[in-house]
């Protein structure tokens, strides 16, 4: 048995085409090695026959001829036709109910069904019998054997319910492919070839390497050929098929211009592979006679995109999948959410990437903000468990009720809440499928290929028939979300007609045996093409070569064979020219790629090869924004109005990046409207600050900028990761010590115990977690141990405070206290006020009057202590709170700033405190200094002075936004140090004492 002789599609054609007009009504079947061949071949036959009729001609793929001659599914009487994706909820009904103990280790393992239906559907379509597998179990080697048992186990029990294959007995009703296979090797055997394929008369046309050694396929082709089947079986081999079964470039190729082109990368590639499609547009060719043949459907996606730039929408069958579609994934989400109790954080992200209906929702009317509401959910305290969620959005209520969008939330994830009380958590494969199409229907918009999504719901649904009645009533969520991703990554979006004005991008099994103008063969590289055999995960080869399916060597042979087929296939498609390509290198890592054997193999037998190597600027341009580019580099600046009028945004892009590498501030890196104005123009305009915003504002305007003016800062979700740390842990801290300080200064003399001390604090640690981080209270664990560590801590700090303040004469009195301190003439024609809140304030009274003669200020921090106060700080505008804050406790307290005191407590982690105080003496000696820093900041400020411009490199990079600015933007707010409305800060932050008062444009 072997190839008879080769035939071009062309000379097949002519062929039929002389039959058909001598003999019409005579019978004949053509098996074509795919349906694109099928369709051209009948298309140039219809052309060839102008107008007349063939009706005795039938062109079938080798699996439809399979399922005529086993008269499926018409003429199996009795037999049930298996569900999509049943063999693998068979393996899983297995596994669940009688698995092998060798599987105990992995059994919990999503994949292991999957391995297992691939292995079993393997020995199904090679038509081995289970009790081969039980003789070789008991033939190997002792410590393979469980593995043989365990497999052939597997095997016989799946086999049990599925029409017996090959030699095996009894059998159930489901058949699935490999039992089709089988049924048409019977019939054959039986005489039935000639009756059920209508004549006798049949042509193999380029299948002889379709399937590997040992498939069913062989076998049926084995008894169409043999004597008495019938049938005349006439086998005819792909130009490029030798009669020995080797494959030659030499027969193969077709075209006139041969081309092997070498591109940088795979994106290049793909731009060349389009140039070509463009290039045979502009020569007069229809696009249907263009193609770009690829390996794999996976090697596609550099063609596709560049195709899509260049404004070409191609014929690629199987490339896009159901599971990629906006409404496939929104159902995958929400069974996911809701069989972990809609988890807040995954709750949010799919709402927000999900196609839903507003009015699913609760009729919010489209208003649906996920940002917003990812932050509302938080701050609710909501974690995951739908009674949790009910519990923690009716405390929140009273609490956020007018914050803005609370209520849309509110109603939104009550709505949420309950359609998930309703979602089933256990149900049949018909209730699922239905409870998923109800959800399609009422909760998605509407959009691609919904049709399609509904129709594989309702083949789940037949899986009911196929388990027992135990199993109908209960499977689980995981297991149909598994399944129906496993539908949805198995099927393909349809993207069109094959040749209806498009060009083809197909895989090398496609296009084997079809025929176009012009074809664009990419990615021959080693590994890619030739692709690496594939490998069964239970079943080696080995393996192999005992269940009679063929030796190493043979196996690795026919693999090298079937590639170098359809290598000469693909190059054989093209009637006028051919282009061949590989990349040289990965396009994001940059490695290097080596080229495929196959172009050597070409080189060397198809003669006139033509080769160039592509670096990308010296080919001809790709579309009109590839000549754009073109021209803008070879003209530069001289193609700037033309190339403005074309892009915009490109151009305003360039102007931007222009700016923010000049010497002057501009609206493009800082220079916004002024902060400050005034509404009377007989009085100043105000500013109001804080000292620390005028901190901050010094370290870098530009972070100011995006904090304090656009409200931008990292989002706190301490229960989703270190707990009470960090920041977390600081505003505990502060809130926890003013309410013990507020019951401590409320209990006068009799301040009550050591004990009662503790338990007050304990209390309000927990209260000060509860109001800042509901969602951390309510976590167990990790969080637990924080809070009762932080207590710990601040027991021992405060049994030293206490005495310290009874000792000393000090009395807190202020908690919390805001202030407002007002700075004029600092800067002409504004008024600067500083505002604030202290977190304590302390005080000293005289013995006699009773009247205060000392005031402290007491800031609470957790960061590292410091051990001074900086003096270049001071100057700069970095150090700027306790000056401020001793100011504002004079007034408050109505004394000289000579009896006041400001200090900061930081408080560490183990419950020690370290002050640092700065008194009056100190703060008069300082204040010129920091009246200088503020006039200058805050004139800058208001001018709207945000350049790009942090106090040093260290700063710069510890910034939250150093992601978003990257190194680039402190360079560029460098280059604008001369600027006027820069130059006050270049000189505020320089040693000596070269600082002016005021800022702002002279």
């Not at 706190?716 to 505003?731: D, Q, Y």
Request: one cysteine or more.
């Amino acid at each position: 048995m072997g190839v008879h002789s080769v035939q071009s599609q062309s000379q097949l054609v002519e062929r039929l085409a002389r039959r058909c007009r001598e003999h019409p009504l005579d019978p004949l079947t053509v098996v074509v090695p795919s349906w694109a061949a099928a369709l051209q071949v009948l298309r140039r036959l219809a052309e060839r026959l102008e107008g007349r009729s063939c009706l005795g001609l039938y062109l079938l793929t080798p699996g439809q001829l399979a399922a005529r001659l086993a008269g499926w599914p018409a003429g199996a009487t009795g037999l049930r036709a298996l569900p999509p994706h049943g063999l693998l909820v068979l393996v899983q009904e297995m596994l669940e109910q009688s698995a092998p103990a060798y599987f105990d280790a992995i059994r919990d393992r999503p994949g292991l069904a999957r391995v297992l239906a691939r292995t079993v559907s393997f020995l199904r379509h090679h038509g081995v019998p289970p009790s081969r597998l039980r003789e070789l179990a008991a033939a190997v080697a002792s410590e393979d054997r469980a593995r043989w048992e365990a497999i052939a186990t597997v095997y016989e029990a799946i086999s049990e319910r599925l029409v017996p294959v090959g030699g095996m007995r009894g059998g159930g009703e489901w058949a699935d492919g490999a039992a089709v296979w089988w049924m048409a090797c019977q019939a054959v055997r039986a005489g039935e070839a000639a009756r059920r394929l209508g004549g006798a008369g049949l042509i193999l046309w380029g299948v002889d390497a379709l399937y590997d050694p040992g498939h069913l396929w062989h076998l049926l082709r084995a008894s169409l050929v043999a004597a008495g089947s019938g049938t005349k079986v006439e086998e005819i081999g792909l130009p490029g098929a030798g009669e020995a079964g080797e494959a030659s470039c030499a027969g193969a190729v077709q075209a006139a211009s041969v081309t092997i082109v070498s591109a940088t990368d795979e994106v290049r590639e793909g731009q060349l592979a389009a140039q070509a499609v463009l290039d045979a547009a502009r020569r007069g060719v229809p696009l249907a006679r263009v193609a770009v043949v690829v390996r794999s459907r996976d090697a596609a996606g550099p063609v596709l995109d560049a195709l899509a730039r260049a404004g070409v929408e191609p014929f690629a069958p199987g490339v896009r999948r159901v599971a990629e579609l906006p409404g496939a994934r929104a159902l995958l989400g929400w069974l996911e959410v809701t069989e972990q109790g809609l988890p807040r954080a995954q709750t949010i992200e799919w709402l927000a990437s999900s196609p839903l209906r507003p009015e699913w929702l609760g009729s919010i009317e489209d208003r649906w903000m996920p940002v917003a509401w990812d932050a509302l959910s938080a701050r609710a305290g909501i974690t995951a468990g739908l009674d949790a969620w009910e519990r923690r959005i009716a405390e929140a209520t009273s609490v956020l009720q007018e914050e803005p969008g609370w209520p849309d939330f509110a109603r939104a994830a009550r709505t949420l809440v309950a359609r998930a009380r309703q979602w089933p958590q256990e149900s049949s494969w018909a209730g699922w499928a239905a409870a998923c199409s109800r959800f399609v229907q009422e909760a998605l918009r509407p959009g691609e290929a919904m049709q399609q999504l509904m129709g594989l719901l309702q083949g789940l649904s037949e899986l009911d028939a196929l388990v027992g009645a135990e199993e109908k009533a209960r499977v689980a969520p995981a297991r149909f979300r598994e399944i129906l991703a496993s539908a949805l990554h198995g099927a393909a979006i349809p993207t069109g007609h094959f040749e209806q004005g498009r060009p083809a991008v197909l895989d090398a099994p496609l296009a084997a045996g079809c025929s176009f103008d012009t074809v664009v063969v990419a990615g021959l590289n080693d590994p890619g093409w030739p692709r690496p055999a594939e490998q069964d995960p239970l079943l080696g080869v080995a393996d192999l070569q005992r269940l009679g399916l063929g030796t190493a060597g043979e196996r690795a042979a026919w693999h090298a064979r079937r590639e170098r087929l359809y290598f000469a296939a693909a190059v054989g498609a093209a009637e006028r020219l051919l282009q061949v390509s590989w990349p040289r290198a990965e396009a994001i890592s940059g490695r290097e790629r080596v080229p495929s054997p196959l172009l050597r193999w070409l080189q060397q037998e198809a003669p006139a090869v033509q080769e160039r190597q592509s670096g990308g600027a010296s080919l001809d341009p790709l579309d009109l924004a590839s000549f754009d580019a073109h021209l803008a580099a070879r003209l530069g600046a001289r193609a700037e109005p033309y190339l403005a009028s074309r892009y915009p945004r490109a151009a305003a892009g360039a102007l931007a990046q222009r700016q923010r590498w000049s010497r002057s501030l501009t609206e493009w890196d800082g220079l916004v409207e002024a902060v400050a104005q005034a509404t009377d123009a007989s009085q100043p305009a105000t500013l109001e600050l804080t000292p620390t915003g005028l901190e901050r504002y010094a370290r870098c305007p530009r972070a100011y900028f995006f904090e304090r003016a656009l409200g931008i800062s990292e989002e706190e979700a301490p229960e989703e990761g270190e707990g009470l740390e960090g920041f977390a842990r600081g505003r505990v801290v502060h809130r926890a010590l003013e309410l013990f300080f507020r019951w401590w200064a409320g209990q006068g003399a009799a301040a009550g115990s050591s004990q009662e001390r503790r338990e007050v604090l304990a209390q309000a640690v927990d209260q000060a977690v509860a109001q800042n981080y509901p969602a951390v209270a309510a976590l167990p664990g990790v969080a637990r141990i924080q809070r009762d560590l932080l207590v710990e801590a601040l027991a021992r700090f405060i049994a030293g405070h206490v005495e310290a303040l009874r000792r000393d004469g000090w009395q807190p009195i202020r908690f919390e206290e805001p202030f407002s301190v007002r700075l004029a003439d600092l800067v002409p024609g504004l008024e600067v006020r500083l505002r604030g809140r202290i977190d304590r304030v302390d005080e000293q009274r005289a013995g006699e009057t009773g009247r205060p003669v000392a005031v402290r200020v007491i800031d609470y921090k957790t960061s590292r202590p410091r051990t001074s106060l900086d003096g270049p700080g001071l100057k700069a505008g970095t150090d700027l709170q306790l000056p401020v804050y001793l100011l504002a406790a004079s007034r408050l307290a109505g004394l000289e700033a000579s009896a006041c005191r400001a200090s900061f407590l930081f408080l560490g982690a183990d419950g020690t405190a370290t002050e640092l105080p700065l008194d009056g003496a100190e703060w008069a000696g300082s204040w010129p200094h920091v009246e200088r820093a503020v006039a200058t900041l805050a004139g800058l400020l208001a001018a709207g002075s945000f350049p790009p411009l942090p106090r040093d490199e260290q700063d710069c990079r510890r910034c939250t936004f150093y992601v978003v600015c990257g190194p680039e933007a402190r360079r560029q707010g460098e280059r604008k140090a001369s600027d006027a409305l820069v130059r006050p800060l270049v000189d505020l932050r320089a040693p000596g004492d070269r600082s002016e008062t005021g800022g702002g444009r002279p």
